[in-house]
């Protein structure tokens, strides 16, 4: 990654007072549907929107609506994405990469969300950390994928992700 961007990310993350550690922690158990972690406030209501944004991600996956899948991404030149070894600076440049690499959905496959931990680290900034199980009509991977998101005007949105994924 270029220094530029590490810059990038770094004034992102600095730009919100920190939260304190207690009560902004909520991990989501896909066996039952529930969100676990503080019952009230707005660390709460942050968590349950960011939540929705990655069920929302997954089943615009699973039906293959790549501009809904899209639509969980900051629409920024600063968004980075990277999946395994393949870096990609920019919205526009994940968009062009989604729509080269899954013209075909059987290529897809399936998604589930296995784990998920959200942390806030600030009333818009938050650190999660999911798990998935692909599925595609070949193979059967594990992947891994640790996101920084941001609340923007339009709501909850990926600025930074790594995701990598294993054949199981």
């Given amino acids: 990654m270029t220094l ?15 939260l304190s550690a207690q009560n902004n922690e909520w ?15 707005t660390g709460r209501d942050a968590a349950q929107g960011i939540l929705a944004l ?36 920019g919205f526009d440049s994940l968009k062009t990469a989604l729509y080269q690499q899954y013209s075909n959905p059987d290529t897809m496959g399936r998604i589930d969300l296995d784990t998920l931990s959200i942390q806030l680290i600030s ?11 692909v599925r595609t009509a070949k193979h059967v991977y594990h992947c891994d994928d640790t996101a920084t998101l941001r609340r923007l005007p339009e709501g909850w949105r990926i600025v930074f992700e790594r995701a990598t994924m294993v054949l199981r």
């Fill in 54 to 89: 990655e069920l929302a991600e997954v089943h615009s996956w699973n039906t293959h609506d790549l501009q809904g899948v899209l639509a969980a991404y900051w629409a920024s030149p600063d968004l980075i994405s990277i999946a395994g070894d393949s870096e990609v600076h």
């Fill in 123 to 133: 009333n818009d900034t938050a650190s999660c950390v999911a798990g998935y199980v």
């Fill in 4 to 18: 530029r961007k590490w810059i990038v990310l770094l004034v992102l993350l600095a730009s919100a007072p920190i």
């Fill in 27 to 41: 991990t989501y158990n896909s066996e039952n549907g529930q969100l676990n972690g503080a019952t009230t406030g």
